[in-house]
């Protein structure tokens, strides 16, 4: 039982490229969210999944799009890399949608753009 | 606009000592307050405190809700440098959006 798991774990890319980041989680869990850390900050939301099929935008959607590909998978995507999303992402999950239930976080993905 | 504010924002303190952290939110329609502790890595869940829960303990570590005053505090007793870590509040209320502080870093020193 590997709980949640992202990848990659570290990423460099420059201004302007595109990447995907991945999660998937083995729990059967519903829900699944994307945050964002920076130095200083609270976790952020970007975007939530409440369950398979359908994706909302959380605090700080802008320059993100993200795929629930099935019940386990749910990815991130940066269409055009900025410095401003120099940051550690987060990938979460939980049972069902801002359940009082807890939500299990993945180890991180650190990205910088250059 | 739902916002959790943490204080202090860092803490050095020694080995044995007490600490308190504190956690003040404004939300609408509250729903629970979650402690989680960041090693470096992904935070790890310690406590979750609803209207029905107001107090938890586990260890050396306590939590408390004053759903009146609109604040929870963590308390953690005869500190070791393994709880050397940030430490996150997070409130979920009425939008549904799990809203995070920016933490408190606790350093313990031998």
């Known amino acids: 039982n590997a709980g949640v798991t992202q990848t990659p774990k570290f990423q460099v890319l420059k201004t302007g490229q595109s990447m995907t980041l991945q999660c998937a989680q083995d729990?059967?869990?519903?829900?699944m969210y994307w945050y964002r850390q920076d130095p200083g900050m609270g976790l952020r939301l970007i975007y939530y999944?409440?369950?398979?099929?359908?994706?909302d935008k959380g605090e700080v959607p802008n320059g993100y799009n993200v795929s629930r590909l099935n019940k386990r998978e749910f990815s991130l995507r940066l269409e055009s890399a900025a410095p401003s999303q120099t940051s550690v992402y987060f990938c979460?999950?939980?049972?069902?949608?801002?359940?009082?239930?807890?939500?299990?976080f993945g180890p991180g993905t650190r990205l910088t753009v250059l | 606009e739902d916002k959790v504010v943490q204080s202090p924002l860092s803490l050095v303190v020694h080995e044995g000592d007490t600490v308190t952290l504190n956690c003040s939110y404004e939300v609408t329609n509250f729903r629970s307050l979650l402690w989680y502790k960041q090693e470096k890595k992904a935070p790890t869940f310690l406590f979750m405190l609803?209207?029905?829960?107001i107090e938890k303990k586990s260890g050396r570590l306590s939590s408390i809700l004053d759903k009146k005053e609109l604040f929870s505090i963590l308390n953690i007793t005869a500190t070791q440098t393994g709880d050397s870590a940030v430490y996150l509040c997070?409130?979920?209320?009425?939008?549904?959006?799990?809203?995070f502080g920016k933490g408190t870093k606790l350093t313990v020193n031998p």
């Open positions: 999944s409440a369950s398979e099929g359908t994706t």
């Open positions: 609803t209207s029905s829960g």
């Open positions: 729990m059967n869990h519903n829900s």
């Open positions: 997070a409130h979920q209320g009425g939008s549904e959006k799990l809203v």
């Open positions: 979460a999950s939980s049972d069902r949608v801002w359940s009082t239930d807890t939500q299990y």
